[in-house]
């Protein structure tokens, strides 16, 4: 039986690396690969109450993830579809390319750690068009924003995926991963930005001649300055919510999601109904991207049978008796979460680890937190952000790897340094 569940997984997890030249989305992957091994499992194993029981752990544990995420995507789309992020876009005006870079990269950085590092490459990449004429800047631009996204996101436990998981299971708590692991994280981004800022030293920017209607007559002021510090509010509130109540951060986050719905629907009431249709938040709901909400049910329903069947136990055995340094480990599971989807890595490595050994805020976590965070940055595959600028500016995978994975990588090792140094100075 384990054989089989390896080799399936294998399978299934090489299915969702190969997506794009495989032409076959990897939500679907990630299901089969669930369905299976659960099948395999349940049909093995003879105790069909106990394979129901771990069953339930597992939808109850996946489902937190799962409704939180739902709920952040609702809110960014509310914000978005009031042109909330003009409020920030708006005041980003400079001459200089290297100036506008680390402008780019800082607010990136920062707004990454409050909305998601998917959304705010986006937003940024969306920016850069009307900010930039040229090809070639907003590329390059493009590359940077995938860098700053990651790394922003690692150190914020509503910033990026992983350290979402590493959060609401309990590895991370709030003030800590903010503590630990946020110098690691502007390091990766400072030290890019060091090298391309020399590159453009002395170039100025090219602006479009004629830029793009953005919309804005759709909302007034006080609706686009409403709903972006309202969301951003929620956003941000959901950690001080589970650290007074004690209660999981999808419940805060739907709780803020009801707020932000029933002041919606107050401020547009007096409109009619096709104004206000595309700003309520039942269009956002339409709007999120279910694709990836269906592939994380997927893939952490597939990780939890090799955790229920204690292969990944004797996994991290293997590697600690082979490797036996926590931090080289970690590092391998950074870069190689350039070239797989980084969820089921840091979900397989949340199974492999008991907390018992290691726990909350322990080196183990905070350490995959940052690399699983921003190892992604070194290919164009290795993050959604990634695939979401490859997508938006059409990168090729080999012009990425020309021109910005060596920056990233830089970045990537810098950060691991500070953060080792850090830790043996305050621990």
Same mark, same amino acid.
């Given at each position: ?384 952000? +990634? ?23 830089? +970045? ?16």
């Amino acid at each position: 039986m384990l054989t089989m569940l390896i080799v399936v997984f294998i399978i299934a997890y090489a299915a969702i690396a190969l997506e794009h030249p495989i032409g076959i989305n990897k939500s679907a992957s990630a299901l089969m690969g669930a369905g299976l091994l659960w099948t395999i499992y349940a049909i093995s194993s003879g105790d069909h109450a106990q394979v129901g029981h771990q069953l339930d752990e597992s939808l109850a544990s996946t489902a937190q993830i799962v409704f939180f995420l739902m709920g952040a995507m609702t809110i960014v789309e509310v914000v978005d579809a009031h042109n909330g992020f003009e409020v920030i876009t708006s005041r980003i005006k400079t001459t200089r390319l290297s100036s506008l870079m680390w402008l780019v990269g800082f607010v990136t950085f920062f707004l990454s750690s409050v909305l998601d590092n998917l959304t705010t490459t986006i937003v940024m990449i969306s920016l850069m068009k009307k900010l930039l004429d040229k090809q070639e800047d907003r590329l390059f631009f493009a590359g940077m924003i995938v860098i700053a996204a990651n790394a922003g996101g690692a150190w914020s436990p509503i910033g990026d995926v992983t350290t979402t998981m590493l959060w609401i299971g309990g590895q991370i708590t709030t003030l800590a991963i903010m503590k630990g692991v946020f110098m690691a994280s502007i390091v990766n981004l400072i030290v890019p930005l060091l090298v391309v800022s020399w590159m453009l030293k002395g170039r100025e920017v090219v602006t479009p001649t004629q830029l793009e209607d953005n919309g804005l007559l759709q909302t007034t002021l006080f609706e686009r300055n409403l709903m972006f510090f309202m969301g951003l509010g929620i956003l941000v509130c959901v950690p001080v919510f589970k650290t007074i109540t004690h209660l999981p951060p999808f419940m805060g986050i739907l709780f803020g999601l009801g707020f932000l719905w029933m002041v919606g629907e107050l401020v547009h009431r007096k409109k009619d109904h096709d104004d206000k249709q595309h700003l309520t938040l039942v269009h956002a709901l339409m709007k999120i991207d279910m694709s990836s909400i269906v592939f994380f049910i997927g893939i952490l329903l597939a990780v939890a049978t090799l955790e229920h069947t204690h292969i990944l136990a004797s996994l991290a055995k293997w590697l600690d008796h082979s490797v036996g340094r926590q931090d080289v480990i970690v590092t391998i599971i950074g870069l190689v979460s350039a070239i797989v989807d980084n969820v089921p890595l840091v979900a397989a490595s949340m199974g492999m680890y008991s907390m018992t050994q290691y726990p909350p805020d322990s080196f183990l976590w905070e350490f995959i937190a940052y690399c699983a965070g921003t190892g992604g940055s070194i290919l164009i595959i290795g993050s959604a952000a +990634g695939v979401a600028a490859m997508g938006l500016e059409k990168i090729h995978f080999f012009w990425y790897v020309k021109q910005i994975s060596g920056l990233a990588l830089v +970045g990537y090792f810098g950060g691991i340094a500070a953060y080792m140094v850090q830790y043996k100075l305050f621990h």
